[in-house]
């Protein structure tokens, strides 16, 4: 099961059934199932106050992800993202908040599949499978 929840914010996720098809294409080509993936759409505010609270890291970001599923059991987590840093980036980016709601959402999905992204060779390998699957996306109905 894949679920939107709104924390702090009325953004409403366009295209969920689309996202949720492609979401399960991702982690099925990257040999992987899952139980359930929570997606929490949520403020700056409430995003920094949970990577204090969690991580302890002092700073604003797009998204944290939770890998709640033990090794080798099928993917179960939750993804808590910022709709204010996603449309931050979209305009530096100069982009749709949607797409890049769905770069912030694929980044997630591939760290609960196990990619890393603290050095600069997991940066760019996590980038380069966030731009395969993102190509991927209008394919999904």
Not at 59 to 82: Q, V
Request: a neutral charge; charged letters at 30%; one cysteine or more.
């Amino acid at each position: 099961m894949i679920q939107f929840n709104n924390i702090d914010t009325p953004y409403l996720v366009k295209e969920k059934k689309k996202l949720k098809s492609w979401i399960g294409y991702t982690i099925k080509k990257e040999a992987f199932t899952y139980s359930f993936i929570n997606i929490n759409i949520c403020s700056d505010k409430y995003l920094l106050d949970l990577n204090i609270s969690a991580l302890q890291h002092d700073y604003y970001t797009d998204i944290i992800t939770f890998e709640l599923n033990d090794k080798g059991e099928p993917i179960e987590g939750d993804l808590y993202i910022s709709i204010d840093r996603v449309r931050e980036n979209a305009k530096i980016e100069k982009v749709t908040t949607e797409k890049e709601l769905r770069r912030v959402i694929i980044h997630g999905v591939l760290h609960l599949c196990g990619y890393k992204d603290k050095t600069k060779k997991e940066s760019l390998i996590i980038r380069e499978k966030e731009n395969h699957y993102l190509n991927k996306t209008e394919s999904f109905t």
